[in-house]
């Protein structure tokens, strides 16, 4: 235990050093801001993009996997091949979860960082043909009206309060 905690801070130190480096937007000038937003917010797909080879050292250990399961919870069993659609999909750390509850699921993930779609290709390649993946921002890109039986977006955090999911049914398929 001690040793996969060693190396999960090892990894939290390359990500906030990696994060250091990444463009950020100037400081704002606003009074009141939270401190993470004070220095001005790293560059989104700067950020991601060079982190992707060591994020599921920070947030794909042991201790977050109940989050992961959480999501998959989520989705109601189905003999049918439901269409799910994963915002900023990551490395893909809820698929594991999601494919051990509903195998035949077909998924599509948004993200903006290549390496990080990248990392998906790599672990999922068995279920290639499941996954279409796509290298965009999903503010604006058109989707399609009931595409989706479920539309599912994670953050992790540095702890269990910090953890943040989202699992919506589509309206259309509501029952």
Request: charged share 30%; with cysteine.
């Amino acid at each position: 235990m001690e040793d996969n905690d060693h190396r999960k801070a090892a990894a939290r130190e390359e990500l906030e050093r990696r994060r250091s480096r990444v463009r950020t937007s100037p400081k704002p000038e606003a009074g009141d801001l939270p401190g993470w937003l004070k220095e001005g917010v790293e560059e989104m797909r700067g950020f991601f993009n060079s982190t992707a080879d060591v994020w599921d050292s920070v947030f794909g250990t042991e201790k977050e996997r109940p989050l992961y399961e959480a999501v998959a919870q989520q989705i109601a069993p189905s003999s049918e091949t439901m269409r799910i659609l994963v915002l900023g999909c990551g490395t893909g750390l809820e698929l594991e979860a999601i494919f051990e509850k509903m195998p035949d699921a077909q998924v599509m993930g948004i993200d903006l960082a290549p390496n990080m779609l990248a990392q998906v290709r790599r672990k999922f390649n068995a279920q290639a043909a499941q996954i279409e993946l796509i290298e965009a921002s999903y503010v604006g890109l058109p989707l399609g009206e009931g595409e989706f039986v479920y539309v599912v977006a994670t953050l992790p955090g540095g702890n269990k309060a910090e953890w943040n999911y989202d699992v919506t049914l589509s309206p259309e398929t509501e029952q």
